[in-house]
């Protein structure tokens, strides 16, 4: 694994990787993915789910390291036998995050996070797919219901299966669940990723949706195949135009500070003492592209 000294971790970039397939388990060694869900779930069909667990055991026994990549195993719903057996294959397994799939609500949060402890004592970080209707009504009782949980992670295509939408480029059909979830999510302190997109040959509208996600509050997104890597972790990427900004508030808040004052004002505009916290977000998440050595992501500006 790559020397890091990092402290914070960025989730630009989680990439399904479904685990039955070799070569996509290789394949994910390199790549440049904040992090690296293992999925034993949706990607893997019923006849190779023992495949798809053996083969990840076999991948983590060679080498557990996948760069700097998080790794997350996405287990299948632990009511059924199939999650069972998931979680009694990973139990041992050297990861940072389990997902599960398709929570709706606090209380079956609540068993599966006491299945998992059951299993293994380290306490392991807990993600969640949120990917139904009944789950985004609820997804407020969900964040509640247990700090363990720092990770929310949208599921787009059952969710507009289920909502019956139109698939649009713009994706309106999405929205108020999309902010819904952002609004459990950020309300409880949880990351929250968007689910991916699946139009793999439409560049375009997939740099739309990474763009329009950032802006609508997302940390990162999933993303379903290597060749959407490079620009969903650019969209997330700050630029140097934010990151001048960042400076810039930082210094005038803490002058006025000094001061006795709580605000500043920089080219005609008010800063107010909560643009700080997002001028230090920037600036961390700046600095964590750096040391990952990804700086020709920090392009001039959005
Ligand atoms: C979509 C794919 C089936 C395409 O696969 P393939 O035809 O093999 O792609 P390429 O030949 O273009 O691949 C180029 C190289 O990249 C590697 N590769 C491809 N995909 C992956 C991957 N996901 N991880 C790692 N490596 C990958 C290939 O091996 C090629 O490299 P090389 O071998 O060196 O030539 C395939 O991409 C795929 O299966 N993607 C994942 C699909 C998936 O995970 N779906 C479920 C997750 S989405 C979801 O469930 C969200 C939620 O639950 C919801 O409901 O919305
Ligand atoms: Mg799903």
């Not at 009694?88 to 209380?107: H, V």
Request: proline share 4%; glycine share 4%.
């Amino acid at each position: 694994m790559m020397e890091s000294t990092l402290n914070y971790r960025p989730r630009r970039t989680m990439l399904y990787v479904p685990t039955h397939v070799e070569r996509y388990l290789e394949k994910a060694r390199g790549l440049a993915a904040d992090s690296v869900i293992f999925d034993l779930q949706e990607s893997v069909p019923p006849q190779h789910k023992q495949t798809a667990r053996d083969g990840l055991i076999k991948a983590f026994s060679q080498s557990k390291d996948f760069e700097y990549s998080e790794r997350i195993v996405r287990v299948n719903p632990l009511h059924t036998e199939w999650g069972k057996e998931d979680l009694e294959a990973i139990k041992n397994l050297d990861i940072d995050a389990i997902l599960l799939p398709r929570i709706e609500s606090a209380d079956s949060l609540i068993q599966y996070i006491q299945q998992i402890d059951a299993i293994r004592s380290d306490k392991l970080d807990i993600m969640i797919n949120i990917e139904s209707p009944l789950g985004v009504m609820h997804a407020e009782e969900i964040c509640a219901a247990s700090d363990r949980v720092s990770c929310v992670v949208m599921g787009v295509t059952d969710l507009s299966n289920e909502l019956k939408i139109t698939q649009t480029n713009d994706r309106s059909g999405l929205l108020t669940s999309l902010s819904l979830v952002v609004l459990a999510a950020r309300a409880y302190k949880k990351c929250v990723i968007d689910g991916p997109h699946f139009d793999l040959k439409n560049i375009q509208a997939c740099e739309f949706s990474c763009r329009q996600a950032r802006d609508l509050g997302f940390d990162g997104k999933a993303v379903v195949h290597p060749i959407q890597l490079a620009y969903t972790n650019d969209a997330f990427t700050p630029k140097l135009d934010d990151i001048n900004r960042a400076k810039a508030i930082i210094e005038a808040i803490n002058q006025a500070n000094e001061e006795g004052r709580n605000v500043a004002v920089i080219d005609d505009r008010l800063i107010e003492p909560s643009l700080k916290e997002w001028a230090e977000r920037v600036l961390t998440l700046y600095n964590t592209v750096k040391e990952l050595g990804q700086n020709e992501l920090i392009g001039a500006s959005r």
